[in-house]
């Protein structure tokens, strides 16, 4: 009996309550865990399907940029001056490189990779999106081509991109005009629209090229490409082609910078030459140029320092930036003011003695012929260049008048060609000293303006459509330096319309032709000071010589030539129209330092025009 004291019953029930309890806690549990699991499965999976698809896709699948073909440039015969040529640069694509400097070190053995070309590519690397091509080397030559390829199996990243390089077949024949291009900087690209361009696109600099940059560019297309584990392009998904950018014809007749190039001969100045008619710009040269291939795809530093520093200043467009004294060229304009205020008349004498000394002033204001001109008249003021005619006349018309008749041929302010970065002349007044100088104006100031001297500045674009202006008796057309655009899908030409500006009115129409007949004797007479360039000439031809001072000389003192420094001489200049009688030519050309207009300016209007105007001398300048 005593064993079955310490015996103890199951109690099945109770247990069976605790299990069940305990299975739907499990249950409950496991549900929950279900529930949640559904939850997140239909969050990643329709809810946030997009984001993670994309995502996805991200790690096969890329957008590329697809450059467009940038429009080609030619002048008024159809010559070529700046294209696209085929070339190769090679690449590395940050995000499929490990590491970027070990991908560098094992490309070196391959080509040539300078300290420019590396300082280039780390600039670019920190403000470029991963995802894109940066260039290390541009210009591969097929060698180097080839010794990449072969290795691009162990190049994680690398590419070697193929690409349009613009080439301007002339070089620096045009180069201030038409311009380069070269890559975009920080500063432009946020002037820019960013889905046009990237820190690899090429951006107009100067000239033509930038100036139309919007029209030549055109319309930069995408494409989502697959890629394998090494960043090689697999299968071109889809894309979105780019629009080529526009054709441009320029008004330039090239022949004629041939021609003012060979003619100028090393020595610097400037050439603009305009179609009077509708201000089509023929010719706008400046000298020294520069190759403008050499600074395309990037620019070699040390090559744009030494240019960039260079005395002879080849970067500077001295065409629309250049500003000089207009010296003697101003003397027909100066002329019809006095005209058109009847201060003086065609047949009024003044008596040269070679020098002029205005009442209440002990200075004598010198002629440039030391013993003077004689009894002059307007004719011989202008064909001889008499200073002293122009300082008594100055006198009389006073400085404001002065001012108020020369403005509307357009000196003193910019002609607003279609370039970049024109400056305006300077045209002096009273109210402009007082304003600029703080100082008032002096009687002697009015009589050195009369002969182009003193605070009086051109540039050659303005000088050249002021000279347009006179020889069509006031009928202003604003300079253009475009023709027409072409459309290179349906090479269709959409012309350029002239621009006139408002007419120069005048008391008496006579008088354009009293001053532009003394202006054509300038060369046919025998006393012109242009008289040298007549021998065989075939058309008449209207001309003013000029010379501008680059320092002042003393009363009592002599301009010897020889024994200035070069830098110091006189700049010439000229400016002319021709045929005289129904003008299809204006010039206006300065070589500085060159010393007297007619004969170191005259000769290089002479070629041009020639060029121009004769068919056979047109034949022997293409050749």
């Not at 104006?441 to 001297?453: K, M």
């Not at 209007?605 to 068919?615: C, E, G, V």
Request: proline share 5%; net charge positive.
């Amino acid at each position: 009996m005593a064993s079955f004291t310490n015996l103890t019953l199951k109690d099945h029930i109770r247990e069976s309550i605790v299990f069940n309890r305990r299975l739907m806690t499990i249950t409950l549990l496991s549900a929950c865990v279900i529930v949640v699991l559904i939850s997140r499965m239909f969050y990643l999976q329709i809810i946030n399907n997009d984001h993670y698809t994309t995502l996805s896709e991200n790690n096969r699948v890329t957008v590329q940029p697809i450059p467009a073909t940038r429009g080609l440039i030619y002048d008024r015969n159809g010559i070529l001056l700046a294209q696209n040529i085929p070339g190769f640069s090679l690449q590395i694509i940050p995000e499929r490189s490990k590491n970027i400097k070990q991908t560098i070190t094992a490309l070196e053995k391959l080509v040539s990779i300078s300290k420019e070309d590396k300082k280039r590519f780390y600039r670019k690397l920190r403000k470029q999106r991963s995802f894109l091509g940066i260039p290390i080397r541009y210009h591969l030559t097929d060698q180097e081509r080839a010794q990449v390829a072969v290795n691009l199996h162990k190049l994680a990243g690398v590419e070697i991109h193929a690409e349009l390089i613009r080439h301007y077949p002339l070089k620096d024949l045009a180069s201030h005009a038409v311009g380069y291009v070269s890559s975009i900087s920080e500063k432009e690209l946020k002037k820019v629209d960013v889905t046009n361009y990237t820190n690899n696109s090429r951006y107009g600099k100067i000239g033509i090229e930038k100036a139309y940059e919007k029209i030549l560019h055109g319309k930069m297309g995408v494409q989502r490409v697959e890629s394998n584990a090494y960043g090689r392009v697999i299968r071109v998904l889809d894309q979105t082609l780019p629009v080529p950018g526009k054709n441009i014809y320029l008004n330039l007749d090239i022949r004629l910078h041939k021609v003012a190039k060979e003619a100028f001969n090393g020595r610097k100045g400037a050439v603009v030459a305009i179609n009077p008619d509708n201000g089509a710009v023929l010719a706008l040269a400046s000298f020294p140029a520069f190759d403008p291939n050499l600074f395309v795809n990037v620019q070699d530093t040390r090559e744009y320092r030494s240019l960039e520093t260079s005395p002879a200043q080849p970067f500077f467009n001295r065409a629309i930036r250049g500003r000089y004294p207009p010296g003697s060229t101003i003397k027909p304009f100066i002329g019809l003011a006095g005209l058109e205020t009847y201060i003086t008349s065609e047949n009024e004498i003044v008596n040269c003695k070679g020098s002029y000394q205005p009442k209440n002033d002990p200075r004598k204001y010198r002629d440039w012929k030391k013993h003077g001109h004689g009894k002059t008249d307007l004719e011989k003021s202008i064909v001889e260049s008499c200073d002293v005619y122009y300082y008594i006349l100055a006198e009389k018309l006073k400085i404001d008048r002065i001012t108020s008749y020369l403005a509307p041929f357009g000196f003193g302010a910019k002609t607003n060609i279609d370039l970049r970065g024109e400056r305006a002349g300077l045209l002096p007044s009273r109210q402009w000293k007082l304003k600029e100088r703080r100082l008032p104006w002096f009687p002697g100031e009015t009589l050195i303006s009369g002969i182009g001297q003193g605070f009086n500045l051109i540039t050659p674009v303005q000088l050249a459509s002021s000279t347009a202006t006179l020889s069509v008796k006031g009928q202003r057309q604003q300079p253009r330096m475009v023709y027409a655009t072409e459309d290179p899908d349906i090479a269709i030409k959409e012309v350029m319309p002239p621009r006139a500006l408002a007419p120069i009115s005048i008391v008496d129409e006579q008088h354009w032709d009293k001053v532009n007949k003394s202006m054509e004797n300038v060369v046919h007479s025998i006393y012109g000071t242009a008289r040298s360039i007549r021998p065989g000439i075939k058309y008449k031809m209207a001309a003013k010589t000029g010379t501008a001072q680059v320092f002042g000389i003393a009363e009592d003192e002599e301009y010897e030539e020889d024994k200035v420094s070069h830098k110091l001489r006189d700049h010439a200049l000229f400016i002319a129209f021709a045929p005289a009688e129904k003008p299809e030519i204006a010039l206006a050309i300065i070589v500085e330092n060159g010393g007297h207009g007619g004969s170191a300016a005259g000769p290089i209007a002479r070629k041009i025009i020639d060029t121009y105007l004769l068919p056979m001398a047109k034949i022997h300048a293409a050749q």
